[in-house]
Structure formats: structure tokens, C-alpha cells
């Protein structure tokens, strides 16, 4: 008798367990999450090895988890009948015959994390390939050739100060003279386009595009310490005008900065936007953050946002039909920069004609002229094949946006504008300008000594044309921030004062370098009028002059990078944002308003 029940017995439990999956009560439809206990238990024990078989993108990307085999079969941990069928040839493919197990992507994705977030954390630092990436960079090191190269100038000063000095001018005068020459051309290419099309950087209708042929759309967030401004920025990307189900917004916060998670929440974040958590690391960068969150995406158009930034309404849609016009090879769509709080001080109305002039004149020509462009760190959009073909974003480069733009045309893709503007917040004081300043700075220092490790192949990959272009852009930039003081020494002669440069140059030498000086003095004044002359921004040209004392921040900010290149080169430099609101501009200038009887 105990013999008949134990058979059976065993019947039974051979017959409960290979009862097909369909006759789950889980899986009588699409995922209920009323239904699911939100655990991982009872569709079997997660399998490590298969998911690194899958990979680690692809499952977070789908939220799907490969679960131990069950006899025959190896379930999968999906969030849906309809995502698993859309799934299954590529499942099948890899490991046989598979069968699905509805559970929440929460649930998914905490398991996922479970088992492999230091594999994710640490893969975030190192996505772009080492031969590309400033990872490698040293101060010891750094420090051991600024050493040797001060020695030796020290040396020519010493036995050849002659020498050392008409070469100091000569360089100064030539990088003066190539970054203004071709700062001047940009501008003339991009003035002659708006002279010729008729009009300027004003919000124009996107192109018409069908809804079902819209691509899905990724924007990342990076957030850190933004407790002032997390509420405006949701808001802001409320306004947007796309489809929610073809839109998400990851907003990537760093871990344990819980005064910004709070504000988040208290904001109420609608169900296409979510938070994603950085996990802690050597690092504490932006490109680190993106990097370790676009695992958690599925778009195809990937976008970039600062937490203070205020996007035209339409921009998305135009990014869209910018990339359904534009050919396989652009792989980037950069959008325009501008300030809501231009009128707060005399520093922020200078900021406002420096980026003028840069993203509205100077940028866009180099662009047509077929120079490499150094992107933005924000409002830049990429198609996702390009961007995961780079290997990403160095996550240890703190100018990531212009070494990105670097890496894109080595590897043959071509970048664009997208006439939409997209509104931030400028630095209002100047400890805060010259901290961004310098990280600047030393992102472009870094950028241009790591792709001259091999020059020659630079040279093969961007030909004679665009190789000239980097050299001035990156070279002649920094040489000039350095030189700056040098150069400003010249002005001593308009007043009588002999330069020490007499005694090696012959005055007719010393006297061009002053006229060349002056005359790119000029045309750098007359390029900032030129950016302002819009219907927007022409009450800035009077402000134009206050330049000169915007100029010699960026000296100071160099000095301060260049040392970090040393002390930290891989720190990054915050800026606050949120402390200074919108601003408008007053009807009548403050000294009339002042004058004005009681």
C-alpha cells in the first residue's frame, strides 16, 4: 500500500513539473502587476553565467533575466507575453528552447543589479578603448615633463634669452594670427548662410514627420547636488513636445546625493521619467554617470540635457526630422546654447556674447568648412549605433562633449546643427566662472595630448585639412590663454613704455606683431557684434567693448587647469546651478531709470 502512494506520489510531482508554462496563472496575459509578488523566487534561481552570455545591455535594455534550466527548458524572467515573443528568436538563438516567466522590470532589473553592478560600475569607467581614452593620464608623470620642459627653458633663458625670446613672440604672434583668421572665416561662412537663407537662429517649424516613423528617444540627465533646481527641471521637460511612449528621460544621480533624489520625488516624476543611481567609484564624472545609465535605455536617438537647461518646446521634433533628412554618416545633431539670466550682472551679459559668437558664428562655420567639431556638453543628440561604436563617453575626461567630437570624426561621422535653441543658466560670479573655466581648459589640454599620442595617424584619420583645424583650435587655444599676459605687454608701447622684445626684433618686426595684435583685437570685437545683431540679443552689442575685461578670467582659469592637470586631473569641477533665476530685460536702461525725477 505504501508502495502504491509513493508511486503516485511521484507521478504526480513529475507531472506538476513539466506542466507546460502557458497554464501558469502568471501568464494567462500580458504582466499584472497586481498579481506579482515582485520577486524573483518562484520562477527559479537567476543564472549569472547566462546573463553574461545575453549581455548585460541587451538584459537591461529588454528587462529580461535567463533563469537556471528547468529539465528541457530555461525560463526567462520578462516583463511581458508580448516583450518575450518579440525576444524569443534572439533567446532561442542563444540558449534553445526557452519559456517565459512574467515578472515587474523593477524586479528585473534589482536581480540584474544584484549580480553584476560592480562588473556595471567599473565597465562604465573604461568603455572608450585606452588608446582613446585619457584614463592612462598621470600627474607624477605629467609633472615630470613640466619639469623638464621649465628646466629647459630655463636654460635658454640663462645662456640664450635672446633666442627664447623672438621664439615666444614668433609663437604668440602665429597662433594669435591662425586662431583669428580662422575664428573670422567661420563667422563669415556662417553670416553669409543667414544673409542668404533670411533669417537667423530663431525657432522655425520642425519638419513634418510621420508619428509611427518617429524614433524612440533617450535623454540623460546627469544630476548631482541640485536640490535648487530639480523641481524647474521637470517641469521644463514636462513642456517637451513629443509622444510620452517613444520618449524617456533618465535622470542619473549620484550615490548618496539624497538631497536631490528627495526634491525629485517631492516633484513627482511622471511615468516616462525615472531615476537611476550611479553607483560610488573612483570617479565621480559625467561621462562616468551617462555611461553607467545608458545601459538602462532603449532609445535610438540618445540626448544630453544639464540640469539647468530649458529646451525649446519643438526640439525634439526637429532633432527628429534633423536625423531623418541627414545621411547614415551624421551621427550627431548639437543644438544652440543661450542663457535665460544674460541680464543679471556685466559677467553673465559677457558670458551670453562669448556663447553667441561661439555657438552661433564660429561653431557653425567650422562645421561647413569641414573642421572637426568640438561638441557641447549639452542639448547634443546621437544616434545610439555611432555612440556605442565609439565605445561612449571617456569617462575620465572632464571636456568629454569635445573629445566625443574628436573620436566621431577619427572615426568618419560627420556632426550637424539643429536650428533649436536650448536656454541655461550663466555663472554669475567669478570664483564660479573660473572654476568652469578651468575644467574646460583642462578637458582640451587633455583631449589634444591624448589624440597627438600618435600624430601621424591623426593625421590619416582626418586628413591635412581637418588635422591643421584641431592644432589651431585645441593648440593655438591654449597656447593663447597661456600667453595671454605676453601679448597684452605689447599695449606698453601705445604708451611710450619700451618692450624688452626691442632689443631682438627690429622695429619694423616689433610693429607688425603690434598691428597684427590690434587688428585681431578688432575682428574678435566685431565677430561678438556680429553673434548679438539678432532682434534677441541686440541689446548686448553695447556691451561688446566690456569684453577686454571678460578676456584675461580665462587667463587665470588656465593657470588653474594646467596645474590640475598635475594635482587632479580627473577632478571635476561643479557648478552650481539655481542660484540665479531668470531675468528679463529692463525696457529702460538702469542709468535712465537712475536719473529719472522723483
Not at 369 to 383: A, D, I, K, S, Y
Request: hydrophobic share 50%; glycine share 6%.
Amino acid at each position: 500500500m505504501q508502495g502504491a502512494i509513493s508511486s503516485v506520489f511521484r507521478c504526480a510531482v513529475v507531472v506538476f513539473k513539466f506542466t507546460p508554462i502557458s497554464l501558469a496563472p502568471s501568464q494567462r496575459s500580458d504582466f499584472d502587476p497586481s498579481a506579482a509578488d515582485g520577486a524573483l523566487s518562484d520562477a527559479g534561481r537567476s543564472d549569472a553565467r547566462a546573463l553574461d552570455r545575453l549581455g548585460l545591455e541587451t538584459a537591461l535594455r529588454n528587462r529580461i533575466l535567463p533563469m537556471e534550466p528547468a529539465g528541457a527548458a530555461r525560463p526567462v524572467a520578462c516583463t511581458s507575453k508580448a516583450e518575450f515573443r518579440r525576444l524569443e528568436p534572439h533567446l532561442r538563438a542563444r540558449f534553445g528552447h526557452v519559456v517565459c516567466r512574467t515578472k515587474p522590470p523593477e524586479a528585473i532589473e534589482a536581480e540584474i543589479l544584484r549580480l553584476r553592478a560592480a562588473h556595471l560600475a567599473r565597465r562604465a569607467e573604461i568603455r572608450t578603448p585606452l588608446n582613446e581614452s585619457c584614463r592612462g593620464w598621470s600627474g607624477p608623470r605629467t609633472a615630470a615633463i613640466a619639469g623638464v620642459v621649465l628646466m629647459g627653458l630655463s636654460a635658454l633663458a640663462a645662456f640664450f634669452p635672446n633666442l627664447l625670446l623672438g621664439a615666444i613672440t614668433a609663437w604668440a604672434a602665429l597662433t594669435l594670427v591662425s586662431l583669428s583668421l580662422l575664428r573670422a572665416a567661420a563667422a563669415l561662412v556662417s553670416f553669409r548662410r543667414a544673409r542668404r537663407q533670411g533669417r537667423t537662429w530663431t525657432s522655425t517649424r520642425p519638419g513634418h514627420i510621420q508619428r509611427k516613423d518617429l524614433p524612440r528617444v533617450s535623454l540623460l540627465v546627469p544630476l548631482f547636488d541640485e536640490l535648487d533646481i530639480a523641481s524647474r527641471l521637470v517641469a521644463r521637460l514636462g513642456r517637451l513636445e513629443y509622444p510620452r511612449d517613444k520618449l524617456e528621460v533618465c535622470l542619473i544621480l549620484e550615490s548618496g546625493d539624497t538631497h536631490t533624489e528627495d526634491a525629485l520625488k517631492a516633484a513627482e516624476l511622471p511615468t516616462w521619467m525615472r531615476i537611476v543611481h550611479a553607483p560610488k567609484g573612483p570617479l565621480r564624472t559625467k561621462p562616468r554617470a551617462m555611461n553607467y545609465a545608458l545601459d538602462f535605455t532603449k532609445g535610438d536617438i540618445v540626448g544630453i540635457y544639464d540640469a539647468e537647461d530649458r529646451p525649446a518646446r519643438d526640439q525634439l521634433l526637429k532633432v527628429a526630422a534633423a536625423f531623418a533628412r541627414a545621411g547614415p554618416d551624421v551621427a550627431c545633431l548639437q543644438g544652440v546654447l543661450d542663457f535665460y539670466n544674460a541680464q543679471s550682472n556685466w559677467l553673465t551679459r559677457c558670458f551670453a556674447i562669448d556663447y553667441a559668437t561661439w555657438f552661433r558664428l564660429v561653431l557653425p562655420g567650422l562645421v561647413r568648412m569641414g573642421m572637426v567639431m568640438p561638441l557641447g556638453g549639452t542639448t547634443v543628440f546621437f544616434r545610439r549605433r555611432a555612440l556605442e561604436d565609439l565605445g561612449r563617453w571617456d569617462a575620465h575626461n572632464v571636456t568629454e562633449d569635445a573629445d566625443l567630437g574628436l573620436r566621431l570624426a577619427r572615426r568618419g561621422y560627420r556632426c550637424a546643427f539643429v536650428n533649436s535653441v536650448t536656454e541655461e543658466e550663466a555663472t554669475a560670479t567669478i570664483p564660479a566662472w573660473i572654476r568652469q573655466r578651468s575644467r574646460w581648459i583642462k578637458g582640451y589640454a587633455m583631449t589634444w595630448a591624448v589624440h597627438m599620442r600618435d600624430p601621424l595617424r591623426l593625421l590619416g584619420d582626418l586628413g591635412p585639412w581637418r588635422f591643421l583645424g584641431v592644432q589651431i583650435l585645441f593648440l593655438g587655444t591654449l597656447s593663447q590663454f597661456v600667453l595671454a599676459p605676453f601679448l597684452w605687454s605689447f599695449w606698453l608701447m601705445v604708451f611710450g613704455v619700451a618692450h624688452p622684445v626691442s632689443a631682438v626684433l627690429p622695429t619694423s618686426v616689433i610693429l607688425g606683431i603690434a598691428a597684427l595684435f590690434f587688428l585681431s583685437e578688432i575682428i574678435t570685437m566685431a565677430i561678438a557684434a556680429l553673434s548679438v545683431a539678432t532682434p534677441k540679443h541686440n541689446w548686448l552689442i553695447k556691451w561688446v567693448p566690456v569684453m577686454h575685461l571678460y578676456f584675461p578670467l580665462a587667463a587665470v582659469a588656465s593657470w588653474k587647469g594646467f596645474g590640475e592637470l598635475v594635482t587632479r586631473p580627473f577632478f571635476w569641477d561643479k557648478t552650481a546651478h539655481g542660484r540665479y533665476p531668470v531675468t528679463r530685460r529692463s525696457v529702460r536702461p538702469v542709468w535712465r531709470r537712475l536719473l529719472r525725477p522723483a
